[in-house]
């Protein structure tokens, strides 16, 4: 059995990971949870932190297959459209997908556009495997976070998405739309059943306490000491602690323009007559 070639890339302002992952047989490449550079003042959208990314699949001469998104961020743009255009690649998603458009319509009453799943080249189904190479990717539903949330697992590698965090920073809020603390204990259950030996790989690190960056755990290490959700804490215990949690968090600085990029695939709201693309926000006097 042949093991992945595993390179991660780490995104300072949404402190999130990205991994590209290879065959080292044939060369054949997956990226996963690649993100953009947002400027929340101009809206300029800008692609400098995939130079690196673009630069090391050009220098180990990887033929990209994949674009994996672990499900529809609400902390990054994604970049998966802009690096299709450079690198190639499949943009696929979960056909959890769908629910998340839905709600977002909803959210921000987006009810003269149509929103479409034919925005990205593939939706996988929960137990589904893509082929890499000689790798296999199983793909792992994972809900709670979002509906959409996917675990996609390579052998004894596991990229868990915003599921879990490292050990001393607990798991991922479940507030968003349709998101829900009862399913992702159970999705995290799932995750801790594929054998304690298995590398889990963070989307996220948040450096708690300035500690240095740390992305790669194994599923013992969480059962043992995560500080929310380890062994010993019931269903119950874990949702009254996640819900209460939540109700104190603010939303993600780029919840708005995300949501609405990520959802259609990485394209931009359909622009106005001036050629312009906007994004939508609520807005209310909270006094």
């Known amino acids: 059995m042949h093991h992945p070639t595993i390179k991660a890339f780490f995104h300072q302002d949404s402190s999130t990971l990205t991994y590209v992952v290879h065959c080292p047989v044939t060369l054949k490449c997956c990226v996963i949870d690649p993100p953009l550079d947002y400027d929340i003042f101009s809206g300029n959208l800008t692609s400098n932190c995939l130079t690196p990314i673009i ?3 050009k220098r180990e001469t990887l033929s990209v297959q994949w674009l994996l998104e672990t ?13 299709k255009a450079k690198v190639g690649g499949q943009i696929a998603v979960s056909h959890g997908i769908e629910d998340v458009q839905n709600s977002v319509k909803k959210m921000l009453q987006l009810s003269d556009e149509v929103l479409t799943t034919q925005v990205f080249d593939k939706l996988f189904e929960d137990g589904e495997r893509l082929e890499l190479g000689e790798l296999t990717i199983e793909i ?52 801790y ?13 948040y450096r708690p306490n300035n500690r240095e960056l740390a992305y790669i755990t194994t599923v013992a290490e969480q059962k043992k000491s995560n500080v929310q959700i380890n062994e010993t804490v019931s269903q119950a215990q874990y949702v009254e602690v996640r819900e209460g949690r939540d109700a ?5 600085r780029l919840l708005y323009p995300a949501l609405q990029v ?3 695939g990485g394209n931009l709201p359909q622009a106005d007559s001036n050629g312009q693309a906007y994004i939508r926000m609520p807005m209310q006097l909270a006094d």
């Open 55 to 57: 630069e090391y699949i």
């Open 71 to 83: 499900h529809a961020h609400a902390d990054h743009v994604t970049g998966s459209k802009v690096l």
């Open 140 to 191: 792992l539903a994972t809900p709670g976070h979002t509906p959409d949330s996917v675990t996609f697992v390579i052998g004894e590698h596991a990229f868990v998405g915003d599921t879990l965090f490292m050990p001393d920073s607990g798991s991922a809020r479940c507030d968003f739309p349709n998101g829900s603390a009862a399913q992702l204990y159970q999705s995290i259950q799932k995750i």
């Open 193 to 205: 059943q594929l054998g304690d030996n298995t590398k889990l790989y963070m989307c996220h690190d």
């Open 248 to 252: 104190k968090l603010a939303i993600p």
């Open 262 to 264: 990520n959802i259609r």
